[in-house]
C-alpha cells in the first residue's frame, strides 16, 4: 500500500515563506511524474507545480517566480520552497505521484493535504 505524506504547512504572515514536503512509502518501484496542487476555500481544486521524473518542472503562472518544486528521489520526497507568500496563497495544498508499486501497479496517488495560511 503506497502512501503520500504532506508536512510543513501553517500560519505565516504575508511575504514570508514556507518549505512543504511530501513523503511516499510503500512498495514503490519508481516514482514518476509528482505535483502539488491546492484548493482554496469554495474554489477548485488547481495544479500549482509539477516536476517530472526527468526533473522538468512547470508552474501556473501565479506562483512563477516565487515557488520552485524539487524531488529527492533516494528519500522518494518532493518538496515546494514557498517564498513572498501572499494571502490569496491560502489553501490546502495537496501533493499528487505517479507512483509504479508493487506488481508493477502504476497509479495516481493523493496525500491529504496540509494548510497554509497567509496572513496579511
Known amino acids: 500500500q503506497v502512501q503520500l505524506v504532506e508536512s510543513g504547512g501553517g500560519l505565516v504572515q504575508a511575504g514570508g515563506s514556507l518549505r512543504l514536503s511530501c513523503a511516499a512509502s510503500g512498495s514503490i518501484i519508481s516514482m514518476n511524474a509528482m505535483g502539488w496542487y491546492r484548493q482554496a476555500p469554495d474554489k477548485q481544486r488547481e495544479l500549482v507545480a509539477t516536476i517530472r521524473s526527468g526533473s522538468s518542472t512547470s508552474y501556473a503562472d501565479s506562483v512563477k517566480g516565487r515557488f520552485t518544486i524539487s524531488r529527492d528521489n533516494a528519500k522518494n520526497t518532493v518538496y515546494l520552497q514557498m517564498n513572498s507568500l501572499k494571502p490569496e496563497d491560502t489553501a490546502v495544498y495537496y501533493c499528487?505521484?505517479?507512483?509504479?508499486?508493487?506488481?508493477?501497479?502504476?497509479?495516481?496517488?493523493w496525500g491529504k493535504g496540509t494548510l497554509v495560511t497567509v496572513s496579511s
Open positions: 499528487n505521484a505517479l507512483i509504479l508499486s508493487s506488481g508493477f501497479d502504476l497509479r495516481n496517488y
